[in-house]
Every structure is written in structure tokens, then in C-alpha cells.
């Protein structure tokens, strides 16, 4: 019991703070609200990764404070004993600062793991801001883009329309070493349905690419009833992209959009259906 009590007053600077903050967000959120519903936007360039970077904030956020509570109990279960003259009748305290050590470093190491989810959805984020900028570029009136297409647990970052059919666009950002000197470092090396980045080869980008476009040539056929062909393409911004052979699907730098979508001239979507 008396260590039950100790506890109780270890814990209580952080359970009236959390009481506070829930009771300030629930008096906040009766008081006002978004006076506009996402459903009916257009979606913006990177909407899926700018909410998951919202959640994932939270739970750094939740597992730091966590963290920070379960590393002070060590060092307060003593005193607080002390203090309330339990010292003698809670046991061998050092067993418990043991536990809470072990959960205080499981703790951190789970904030640390979202806060590196957290720098790859910001990356993530300014890539497909890098590509949406370079698209924006195309000045073509039978050009329209749009921008994180949700599918059956995946999106499609961009799809661009055209005379000459429909684009899937899937967007990686990818860090660059920071190496001085060096050009290797900041190449990636397409050779049929491989990626290698200088960490490492990839082949599930493409894959990755191919099954979405296929999924978006079904949905527009059926939608449309006619046969409407996409294609699948992989941008990677801030690379130089060596193609050593064909690749199965194109791979470039986002710079090369502009060129690209002119590419083909067969129409494949009519613009004035009979």
C-alpha cells in the first residue's frame, strides 16, 4: 500500500497535466470547428503524408513524455519515501527503479523510431512538393494533374491526363549521402525493374509503380467504358538517374516532367467522344 502511494504521487504532476490538456482540447473542439469539410477539396500534393506526419507527431510525442516519466521514478520512489516516512516499509525500491528504467529505455527507443518515420513522411512530403511544383510547369490545356488518389490501402501521388493517355506517378525521396567529392553518391542506377541507390538495389519501387498504374487503368475503364491505358512512372527529385538498359517502367528526376508527358503523340483518351 505505502508503495502504491508513493507512486500515486509520483505520477500525479503528469496525470493532472494530461487531465488539463484533454479538458482544454474538449472545451476547444465543443467551442469551434473546421469550417470546411476535405471530403469535398481537391486533394493537395502529399494529404495522406502530411496526416500521417500529424499521428505520427503524437506518437513521439506520447512515447518522449513517457519516457521522460518513467526515468524520473527512480529517483523519486526514494525520496518521496523518504519524505512520507515509508523508507522502510516499501521494499527493496531499487527492484521497482529497475523496471522503470527497462520501460523508460523501451520508451525512448519507441520516440526515437517515430521521430526517423517522422524525417522519412517529411521527406516524402517535400519530394511529392517538388514533383507537384515541376508539374505545375506544364502549361499544355489538355494537361490536368491531381494529386494523392486514394486507392485500397495505397495512393497514387500524382496522375496526370492528357491527349496521349493517363501517367501514375509514384514519388520516392530518397536522402543523399553526405560525402564530399563524390558523384556516385548522388546517382541511382536503373537496370530493368532495379533501382540501386548507393545503400543498396531496390526492385519494389517499380513493382510498387506497375501494380498501381494497373489498378488506376481498371477503375478509369470502368468508369469511363472505354480502355484507357496508364502508365506507370517513378520520380525521384534531386538524383541523376543513369539508365544502364531499358527499364520496364521510366525512372527520372523530376526536372524531366515537363519533356516527358509530351512524349507520345497517339491519342489514347478522346477528348470528344462520340
Not at 506526419?53 to 523518504?82: C, G, H, K, V
Not at 484507357?228 to 527499364?247: C, D, M, R, Y
Amino acid at each position: 500500500m505505502e508503495l502504491l502511494i508513493v507512486l500515486l504521487i509520483a505520477f500525479l504532476p503528469f496525470i493532472v497535466i494530461f487531465s488539463a490538456i484533454a479538458v482544454i482540447a474538449k472545451s476547444l473542439h465543443k467551442r469551434s470547428r473546421v469550417p470546411f469539410e476535405y471530403s469535398d477539396m481537391i486533394r493537395i500534393p502529399a494529404f495522406t503524408l502530411i496526416q500521417n506526419q500529424r499521428d505520427e507527431t503524437f506518437n513521439m510525442l506520447q512515447w518522449t513524455f513517457m519516457s521522460a516519466i518513467y526515468f524520473q521514478l527512480p529517483f523519486s520512489i526514494p525520496t518521496l519515501a523518504r519524505l512520507l516516512g515509508f523508507e522502510s516499509k516499501i521494499g527493496q525500491w531499487w527492484l521497482y527503479a529497475g523496471i522503470f528504467s527497462i520501460v523508460a529505455v523501451y520508451a525512448l527507443v519507441k520516440a526515437v523510431q517515430a521521430f526517423t518515420k517522422l524525417r522519412n513522411i517529411r521527406l516524402g512530403i517535400e519530394a511529392e512538393w517538388a514533383v507537384s511544383y515541376a508539374l505545375s510547369k506544364i502549361t499544355d490545356p489538355n494537361v490536368r494533374v491531381f494529386h494523392d488518389i486514394q486507392g485500397p490501402n495505397f495512393n497514387i501521388d500524382h496522375v496526370v491526363t492528357y491527349p496521349g493517355g493517363v501517367l501514375a506517378i509514384e514519388t520516392k525521396g530518397r536522402r543523399k549521402p553526405n560525402i564530399k567529392n563524390s558523384r556516385q553518391t548522388h546517382k541511382v542506377v536503373v537496370q530493368g525493374n532495379e533501382i540501386q541507390f548507393p545503400h543498396g538495389p531496390d526492385t519494389s519501387i517499380i513493382e510498387q509503380a506497375t501494380r498501381q498504374a494497373t489498378w488506376l487503368s481498371k477503375e478509369l475503364s470502368k468508369s469511363t467504358g472505354m480502355e484507357v491505358i496508364t502508365s506507370p512512372l517513378v520520380v525521384i527529385p534531386g538524383w541523376f538517374i543513369e539508365n544502364k538498359q531499358k527499364p520496364t517502367v521510366p525512372v527520372m528526376n523530376h526536372k524531366s516532367l515537363t519533356k516527358y508527358y509530351s512524349l507520345t503523340k497517339k491519342t489514347i483518351l478522346n477528348p470528344n467522344p462520340v
